[in-house]
């Protein structure tokens, strides 16, 4: 039942209200100076009781009482009206255990204790034996003051991130003070683990108290390596400025000389957009300087990424994903990821991209960047801007009509693309001579005009004509002349401004033929072939404008071209009349099923694409056919991918390995010569999810689930027992005979189990069949350990063979707490 404050002066000294019963009577004229503000509602499950000689009211069974943001539930409760205090507290069942403990909210703050005492007056409290949450935190403590300001001030207390009623561990101290928001402020503290005390303690303990961010102090991870010293590693200071930007610095410090630094800043600016930038630098030292074993590397690695939101401005897009640094950075540095660590290329990318409202322009402006770590070699595009003009249609009539003329179905199109690309080895980055990069550096502009049309014939077939024409502008051309004294070719690169132009013409003809084969009272009630037939021809004129010649001292003359070295290519062709021959075949199958009622044909693809392509030169004077290019995709129940491509020469081979211009057919009855394929055969497999959150009490639900949804989801899923990912790559090359064969084949594979709902164990593996030999492994173990997590990574092979034991505390707020052990791999 619900009464208020204000009635019970017209009630008799032990009125008693029965639950089912209820009383409104006028309070006006019953307010008193003292009275409080608000009113206070008193609930209960089984009776309230008056008693107004001693001012007091009597709340049994599931009681509850509401004054303003203040709740206060309890088994049973009682207020003192003259001085506006209510307790709560628990009864004893039949076996002496406490039952329906309070539970006191106000506002955001929550406490379970023993006993509550709180004036509504002076809005202080005292709370016995009290459990509450504090931001990722938990409190237990003996007895709580609660003043005005609802700053807590504990005695005997404990701070743990460990959500059971008994945590298994905790800091213990003698005083606790917690500011709402803000922090949390302990005196001297020890480290307890299943109540029994640590040697580790704090002399003061400072804990934030805020979901806001903080600046703060990075505890570095200490170690040893037999080869570097002792060691500290990510060691430094976080910074929040805003909620728009913040940095980290961290450094690595050893005994014997070797340092590194790192620094790291996300940005954010919500709606408009993101991005984070990181640069490290590390000096590792070897040896001594006196001796000749004395090495000495140094390296960098530079990254920056920046996302725009597309709705910011959807016409003006700017985007940079950038990756580059020394090639022996990620071999060097231990503590690079496998990922970095196995990674032969890094690729980087800026790009701006504009469009107009209603106009078929767009440009784009690129700077772009790739390196590979074994070559060493370096290519940057700086700048690369494409400018297009979406397809037009000139010829179409002012007045719209339903059906078009076929001459207005024409459309013309237009690209611009410019380029300026070096590509050199990574030492000529590094020295401070630019004219070495500038001879390596080419340029170029091309103009790309392609007109084209599609026409509709005896409703069943399309023909495609289309003519294309490019230019190119260079502004270095290549001269060659020969020395007459040593009969060698002198090649000059000349610096001037040259153009060039070719075109080409073409027309395809294709259609579909669609066969089906029905089943009667099968599981399978049809299977689909689509076979999509193609015929062209094409033409391309002789041009040998951009050639010249030179002679040699034996009168042997030679041409090249002078656009030979350029970005684009040459404008010289060679008259060419293709026929052009394709072949592409689907097949997919229909079946029943009775897990889908709406849709009870399921649609299963059995082949993706099977093509076949060739051509043949009807103006070449031999070898008019092309090689045919074979290419098959399929995915399987949805779970295996096959890829596979071959190249076949349809010509035959003398005894020394040259071609000759007879087909391989007439000389061994085959239809040609596989010269080289490759086939790659991924599958993904997993088990069906068993197992199920489960709550262990009220008190702990909501920290469990907060964990589980967004701590272990992102590296650890214990919803899946098991996981298999499995890719096995097969290369295969023979251009001439059996002596030029090689064949190329890997095993990749990477799995995990879940033993428990606690234990998970992961490897990473392949098999490289050419060397004989495992590729980088690594194995994983984890265990969940409530609020505690271990984790063992082992690579038990290799240049980076080492392990790495972890056992620390979940919570962010204590992830410092931890004990850590590595074996350093030699990196030199």
């Known amino acids: 039942m619900t009464i208020t404050q204000t009635v019970f002066s017209q009630l008799q000294d032990t009125d008693s209200l029965k639950t089912d019963s209820s009383l409104v009577l006028p309070i006006d004229s019953f307010i008193s100076k ?7 509602e008193y609930k209960a499950r089984d009776s309230i009781r008056f008693d107004l000689k001693s001012q007091q009211i009597f709340l049994f069974g599931e009681s509850e009482v509401k004054y303003e943001d203040l709740q206060l539930k309890s088994e049973d409760i009682e207020s003192k009206l003259d001085s506006n205090v209510v307790t709560a507290r628990g009864v004893k069942d039949s076996t002496g255990k406490y039952i329906g403990e309070p539970y006191f909210k106000q506002k955001e703050k929550e406490f379970y204790a023993h006993e509550i005492k709180y004036n ?9 034996d009290v459990k509450t949450q504090e931001g990722e935190g938990y409190i237990h403590g003996q007895k709580i003051y609660k003043n005005p300001d609802n700053v807590l001030y504990i005695r005997n207390g404990k701070y743990t991130t460990c959500n059971m009623a008994e945590p298994h561990y905790h800091f213990g101290t003698n005083r606790i003070k917690i500011i709402p928001n803000d922090k949390i402020i ?11 005390p640590t040697p580790f303690a704090i002399p003061f303990g400072f804990f934030p108290n805020t979901d806001k961010q903080k600046s703060g102090i990075i505890i570095p991870m200490p170690g040893e390596s037999d080869q570097l010293g002792l060691f500290l590693l990510n060691g430094g200071y976080y910074l929040y400025i805003n909620q728009h930007l913040d940095a980290q610095i961290t450094a ?50 530079f990254r920056w990424k920046h996302n725009q939101d597309p709705k910011a401005r959807p016409l003006s897009i700017f985007s940079a994903n950038v990756n580059f640094g020394t090639s022996s950075n990620f071999v060097n540095n231990f503590n690079s990821s496998a990922n970095d660590y196995l990674s032969t290329n890094f690729n980087s990318n800026i790009s701006y991209t504009k469009r107009w409202n209603n106009k078929p322009f767009t440009l784009n402006i690129n700077s772009s960047h790739s390196q590979n770590t074994l070559s060493k070699q370096v290519n940057v595009r700086l700048p690369e801007i494409a400018f297009n003009v979406a397809r037009i249609y000139p010829l179409v009539g002012k007045k719209s009509s339903v059906s078009q003329r076929q001459y207005e179905k024409i459309g013309l199109s237009y690209s611009l693309n410019l380029r300026n690309e070096v590509t050199a080895q990574d030492s000529l980055f590094r020295i401070a001579q630019p004219e070495l990069l ?15 049309t599609s026409i509709k014939m005896m409703k069943y077939f399309t023909l495609t004509p289309s003519f294309n024409y490019t230019e190119l502008w260079y502004l270095k051309t290549t001269e060659k002349s020969i020395d007459k004294n040593t009969n060698t070719v002198i090649s000059d690169t000349i610096s001037k401004f040259a153009r060039g132009g070719y075109y080409n013409t073409s027309a395809n003809l294709t259609t579909k033929f669609y066969g089906m084969y029905l089943f ?16 062209g021809i094409s033409y391309t004129p002789e041009n040998n404008s951009s050639l010249k010649t030179y002679t040699d001292t034996n009168n042997v003359v030679y041409k090249y071209s002078v656009f030979e070295n350029g970005i684009y290519g040459g404008t010289n062709t060679s008259k060419a009349g293709l026929l052009n021959l394709g072949l592409l075949q689907n097949l997919e199958m229909k079946v029943k099923t009775k897990k889908d009622s709406l849709n009870p044909i399921k649609k299963v693809t059995l082949l993706d694409n099977l093509s076949i392509n060739t051509n043949y030169n009807m103006l070449a004077d031999s070898f008019n056919w092309s090689n045919v290019i074979i290419g098959a995709r399929t995915s399987l129940f949805n779970k295996f991918n096959i890829n596979f491509n071959a190249l076949v020469d349809p010509y ?15 000389k061994t009855g085959e239809i040609g010569r596989l010269t080289s394929a490759s086939m790659n055969l991924g599958f993904s497999l997993k088990s069906k999810t068993t197992l199920k959150t489960e709550k262990t009490s009220k008190f702990a639900s909501e920290a469990e689930l907060a964990y589980i949804y967004s701590n272990i989801n992102s590296y650890i899923d214990f919803d899946i027992p098991w996981t298999l990912n499995f890719a096995y790559n097969i290369y295969y090359n023979k251009p001439t005979f059996e002596s030029s064969k090689s064949v190329v084949q890997t095993v990749n594979f990477t799995g995990d189990i879940s033993l428990t709902k606690k234990w998970k164990v992961g490897v990473s593996s392949g098999y490289d069949f050419q060397q004989h030999d495992l590729t980088y492994t690594s194995i994983g173990v984890y265990r969940d350990l409530h609020c505690w997590e271990m984790n063992i990574q082992w690579i038990p092979m290799g240049f980076r063979q080492s392990y790495t034991f972890t056992i620390k505390v979940k919570s962010a707020l204590l992830q410092d707490l931890k004990l850590i052990r590595r074996d350093i791999p030699n990196i030199f």
Request: hydrophobic share 30%; proline share 3%.
């Open 520 to 535: 009667k009272n099968k599981r399978i009630t049809a299977i689909r072939h689509v076979v999509t037939p193609s015929v």
């Open 186 to 196: 302990t005196g001297p503290a020890d480290l307890f683990i299943e109540n029994t």
């Open 120 to 128: 509504f007056d002076t809005q202080k409290g005292i709370i016995t």
């Open 438 to 452: 500038y001879s390596h550096i080419k340029n170029g502009i091309k103009h790309t005009i392609p007109i084209n």
């Open 252 to 301: 690595d410090f050893y005994t014997k000389g070797s340092w590194g630094a790192k620094f790291i800043s996300n940005y954010n600016n919500r709606y408009h957009f993101n991005g984070n930038v990181e640069t490290n630098y590390s000096e590792f030292i070897n040896g001594e300087k006196e001796f000749p074993d004395y090495t000495e590397r140094r390296d960098f690695f």
């Open 34 to 40: 003292d009275a409080m503000k608000s009113k206070v």
């Open 652 to 666: 035959a081979l003398d005894t020394s390995g040259n071609r000759l211009n007879v087909s391989h057919l007439s």
